[in-house]
């Protein structure tokens, strides 16, 4: 059989970026920001490059990190999902040996710090390792756009079960009718169109994850996720499907009989190692 190239992309990840829009340097004036760590990656004509040592199709790695800080100066970052399809536009539009551009960013998620019960004018706080993230995925003929939330913590102390599972000769869990429930919400959507009002949605689709995890009745982490996914596709028809990844936080309750001690449901023993994961894509066709 003989020997080929298959499948190849390129590119440069994890560049950091922060932008600091600033609408009026004057003592208290309004300052905003934007953290993005932005990953790209061509695909195309590069055979050449890995079979002869030929490298007159390859834009440097170092020139689309150079592009990404170019692109930022002269453009407001006004959403990750934005940038990520100016970024994607703009090397199509430069590179005709490229055939497909991706193009994703992970957002750190600042809010202003609250002085005196008000938001201040250019001081932030992140509190969270929630990240809001999008990936651009495009050829001059179409472009694919979805977003996310990575990193979402959330918890619930009650109205959350785990009953009927199946049992075998290993099998040592306990059924619980009242227990806690916690997850690190990983979630990704995919847009209908390339122009939706991101920030719009997003927000409003973080909002209705949360919702959805607070209100169910829960009969097992599966039945929780189904329930957001179903509530986010009946609330925003720009959006035709999402993947949800939930790994399950265990609380666990602490025996405290060798102390003579009861512990009807107070104490409990945090631990996320080893941990279930639940994942699934819920799809409006």
Known sequence: MPIHLSENNYGKQRVRLLRLSRQNVQHGARHDIKELTVGIRFEGDFDA???????????????????????????????????????????LSKNPQASRIHVDASETLW???????????HAFTCASNEKRIAFVNATRSEKNIHAGIEGLVVLKATQSAFEGFLRDEFTTLK??????????????????????????????????????????????????????GESVLQNFASVREIHLSLPNKHYNLVDLSPFRLDNPGVVFLPTDEPHGLIEATVRND
């Open 175 to 228: 059924e619980a009718r009242n227990r806690i429930l916690s997850t690190v919400i990983s979630a990704e959507w995919f847009y209908r169109d390339d122009s939706p009002p991101f920030d719009t949605t997003w927000n409003g689709v973080r909002q209705t994850v949360l919702e959805a995890f607070a209100d169910h009745e829960s009969e097992s982490l599966q039945h929780t996720l189904y329930a957001i």
């Open 49 to 91: 490059s890995h079979t002869k040592g030929d490298n007159r199709n390859i834009l440097p790695t170092d020139t689309m990190k150079n592009t990404v800080y170019a692109l930022a100066r002269h453009h407001l970052v006004d959403t990750a999902e934005s940038f990520c399809l100016h970024l994607a536009e703009h090397f």
């Open 111 to 121: 809010e202003r710090l609250a002085v005196g019960g008000r938001p201040h004018a």
